[in-house]
């Protein structure tokens, strides 16, 4: 079994990306094998946690499967943007997906870098 170091230790404690789908392949590989979720842990650089939750999320009927896991993942990430999007206090601020405040300040930035090129322009045709 190759040996993963936790990058979380040497940066601190920063959270971990959530699972890939090949990892999740692979837990349902290990699992078909009897591993435990300790030894998957191992095996993959996870905390044993992450794997036990995992099972217990993407499990019907005891047995586990790599796609319900995925497909959860991205329902729970899609429910949670719209979440954030429709929050009260946030619709100010956020407008299709896209930070207004943001938006506002390129656009500012954009018309300060015109407003010197037009300078330079007529600077230059008046020279001419």
Sequence with gaps: MEEKIDKRLIRGRKQAPGLSFEERKTIEKFLKEKWSCS??????????????????????????????GQRLTEKRKREGYEKMVNHPN?????????????LNKRI?????????????????????
């Design 39 to 68: 030894a998957i842990g191992k095996s993959l650089g996870r905390g044993k946690n992450t794997i036990v939750t995992e099972v217990r999320r993407a499990s019907i009927n005891g047995k586990y499967s790599a796609k319900i």
């Design 90 to 102: 946030r619709k100010r601020f956020v407008k299709g997906g896209i930070n207004v405040i943001t």
């Design 108 to 128: 500012e930035n954009l018309e300060n870098q015109l407003e010197i090129i037009i300078d330079f322009l007529k600077e230059n045709m008046r020279g001419s």
